[in-house]
């Protein structure tokens, strides 16, 4: 199995500034996914980062808005630019095992952000 | 284009019941299909999963799914029902080489 681990568990800003949620792995994963949760909604994949390459983001999500940075096997960071009220929701990080065929996904605690 | 599809919202039984969560989905080739569980105020945590071989998959908690080609379905069960399964269920799709996409949830209630 693979734990993840996120940096904030919440956050408040102001509209117009940038937040940084930082998803760290206790082991070395492939591909790291982050998904967009609305309250009480579902997840929406936002978008796939492997190391060493640029992020694939997914429709309705683009590099300038959540410019995400995968820089080694067991961490990504993603980006919120010019955060918005609208943005307000919780970020989950999510992998799975080196070994492919596991097909198990798992979740990070999940950043729940606000924005005012 | 792949897409999964949970038309209940919301279902509530009573404990001792046996609990029937739909999904369906739609997908061009042989789907990897997953049922994850939600707390209130947590992460998803894994539950079970359906890659091929035999139709009726176990997973954790006492749940089992059951894949059906023949009508696209891939709904989770269990009997009985605990007042402790009360959460939101998520079904999952996972196409090759793809992440997985995410049903709308359906938020379960069993009431003691």
């Known amino acids: 199995s693979v734990l993840l681990y996120q940096k904030p568990n919440r956050d408040i800003c102001q509209s117009g500034t940038s937040l940084k949620i930082q998803c760290v792995a206790d082991s070395q994963v492939v591909s790291m996914f982050w998904y967009q949760q609305f309250q009480e909604q579902s997840l929406m994949l936002m978008a796939t980062a492997n190391e060493g390459s640029e992020a694939t983001y997914e429709s309705g999500f683009t590099k300038d808005k959540f410019p995400i940075s995968r820089p080694n096997l067991t961490f990504s960071t993603l980006t919120v630019n010019n955060a918005r009220p609208g943005d307000s929701s919780i970020y989950f990080c999510?992998?799975?095992?080196?070994?492919?065929?596991?097909?198990?996904?798992?979740f990070g605690p999940g950043t729940r952000l606000t924005v005012l | 284009a792949q897409s999964v599809d949970q038309p209940d919202a919301h279902v509530t039984l009573y404990e001792g019941a046996s609990l029937e969560l739909r999904c369906s989905y739609s997908y061009s080739a042989a789907p990897y299909l997953f049922w994850y569980v939600q707390y209130p105020g947590q992460s998803l945590q894994f539950l079970l999963k359906y890659i091929t071989g035999d139709a009726v998959v176990k997973g954790t908690k006492g749940f089992e799914a059951e894949f059906r080609k023949s009508n696209s379905s891939f709904n989770l069960k269990k009997s009985p029902a605990h007042w402790s399964d009360s959460a939101k269920y998520f079904c999952a799709l996972e196409g090759r080489n793809n992440a997985p996409r995410f049903g709308a949830g359906t938020k379960l209630t069993v009431k003691p």
């Open positions: 999510s992998s799975r095992d080196w070994g492919v065929s596991s097909y198990e996904q798992y």
